[in-house]
């Protein structure tokens, strides 16, 4: 059982709606992450948080807006998406955000959203 | 070429075999390194991290070689239940950005 929770499970969605992803972890974690993953591609950095604060964002729209409410919570909100966005997407969270110890800290995922966008 | 590399497969091979992937990575200042399973459709898990001195878990043996910059899986007496992709990933400093998976490789054990 994964220590990384997502919600909802999967997810359809209009290119007009606004939705949310969710993802909890109480591991004590500092670092916490959002990847998108299409079919037999490895996952894509989209952003980290390190400490609650936004550290990464890897050039993603805008119509992704990710929310770090507390240390155990990460949000991603959706708005306007396009279906060429329907991928799997994944939380990650790893032991420290920054510094020597996230050398050998490896990334623990949730079990990912599978989002869906007509 | 790319950052990592990974034979994409697929491997299929007989239950109870003897399998081995290799990764290569291009970054000499890549400082960690991990092998990940990921089943169909869920979320890659990792299996286990790479260390200098190379570490056995179980049926499965990591090793490292930094001189010709490679890591390696070698997963011995294979079950029905390995069949997954296997990803590689590697990091290059302590900074989330410099975290770069390889593309993955796919194995299928027969019965």
């Known amino acids: 059982d994964t220590e990384v929770t997502q919600t909802p499970k999967h997810l359809v969605m209009g290119m007009t709606n606004k939705k949310s992803l969710k993802c909890e972890q109480h591991?004590?974690?500092?670092?916490m992450y959002w990847y998108k993953q299409k079919a037999k591609k490895p996952p894509e950095l989209m952003f980290v948080?390190?400490?609650?604060?936004?550290?990464i964002n890897e050039s993603v729209p805008s119509r992704f807006s990710p929310e770090c409410p507390n240390s155990s919570l990460l949000n991603l909100h959706l708005h306007a998406l396009q279906p060429e966005d329907s991928a799997l997407y994944l939380c990650?969270?790893?032991?420290?955000?920054?510094?020597?110890?996230?050398?050998?800290?490896?990334?623990?995922f949730g079990n990912g959203t599978r989002l869906t966008v007509t | 070429r790319k950052e990592v590399e990974q034979d994409p497969g697929p491997f299929n091979v007989p239950e109870g075999a003897t399998v081995a992937f290799n990764c290569t990575y291009s970054?000499?200042?890549?400082?960690?390194f991990f092998w990940y399973r990921q089943d169909c459709r869920k979320e890659p898990k990792l299996l286990m991290s790479?260390?200098?001195s190379g570490n056995e878990d179980g049926r499965f043996t990591a090793q490292l070689n930094r001189a010709s910059q490679y890591i390696s899986l070698l997963i011995r007496d294979s079950k029905l239940s390995d069949s997954a992709t296997y990803l590689c990933?590697?990091?290059?400093?302590?900074?989330?950005?410099?975290?770069?998976f390889g593309s993955g490789t796919q194995l299928t054990v027969l019965p």
């Open positions: 990650a969270s790893s032991q420290d955000g920054t510094g020597p110890q996230l050398y050998n800290s490896p990334l623990h």
């Open positions: 948080y390190s400490y609650e604060k936004l550290s």
């Open positions: 591991m004590g974690h500092r670092a």
């Open positions: 970054n000499s200042a890549s400082q960690s």
């Open positions: 790479v260390y200098s």
């Open positions: 990933v590697v990091k290059s400093s302590g900074s989330a950005r410099q975290l770069t």
